[in-house]
């Protein structure tokens, strides 16, 4: 239960645990958290974006796509709310219709608009930030063939309960990120 006089965001985190539950972000904390999301898009990218497609599931307590609604308002850029569940020749469509330069999808889900692409071309696309799980090897390959000029980087490696951990810059690719030292601390626990 919260106290009905405090205010700020409710979500659900994932379960990475095993246990999944409802964690209470304050406002200010949830400023931080989108602020250090910018600093990793920012640090991420060679240009900013202007015109993003956030493709993240918007419902359930999901905190994803609030976090790149937040990420996109503070760039500043123009925000194209799809969500997940757009089809991907619809959303693929609405890409090349409005001009869109940066997908931030789930690696599943943006694979696949990729791949598709728009009835075999290209999409317009710079930019694809995943987020949700690791992009693998098997779905990097299939980017690579079906959008070779498109940036591919994870928007962030974070958590439900604490937010962003860490970033990739421009040189990594993968699971490999940065952390974000002035807003995390790192404990190693040798139970040896």
């Not at 406002?27 to 956030?54: C, I, K, M, Q, S």
């Not at 990420?71 to 409005?98: C, D, Q, V, W, Y």
Request: charged residues 20%; contains cysteine; hydrophobic residues 40%.
């Amino acid at each position: 239960l919260f106290d009905p006089r405090t205010s700020g965001l409710v979500l659900r985190s994932s379960g990475t645990a095993s246990r999944p539950k409802v964690v209470y972000h304050s406002w200010d904390f949830t400023d931080r958290v989108g602020h250090l999301g910018v600093r990793g898009v920012r640090a991420a990218l060679e240009t900013p974006p202007n015109r993003v497609a956030n493709c993240l599931f918007a419902g359930d307590l999901n905190g994803g796509f609030l976090f790149v609604h937040d990420i996109t308002r503070s760039l500043p850029a123009l925000a194209f709310p799809m969500g997940k569940h757009t089809p991907p020749a619809e959303a693929a469509a609405i890409i090349e219709a409005h001009g869109i330069d940066t997908l931030v999808a789930t690696p599943a889900y943006g694979t696949e608009l990729l791949a598709r692409g728009r009835d075999g071309h290209p999409l317009p696309l710079r930019n694809f930030l995943f987020i949700g799980e690791s992009m693998g090897a098997e779905r990097e390959r299939m980017v690579r063939l079906a959008a070779p000029d498109v940036t591919v980087r994870s928007l962030a490696y974070s958590t439900s309960e604490t937010g962003p951990l860490g970033y990739q810059c421009r040189r990594q690719t993968g699971a490999v990120h940065h952390l974000h030292e002035d807003a995390s601390v790192v404990e190693v626990i040798d139970e040896a």
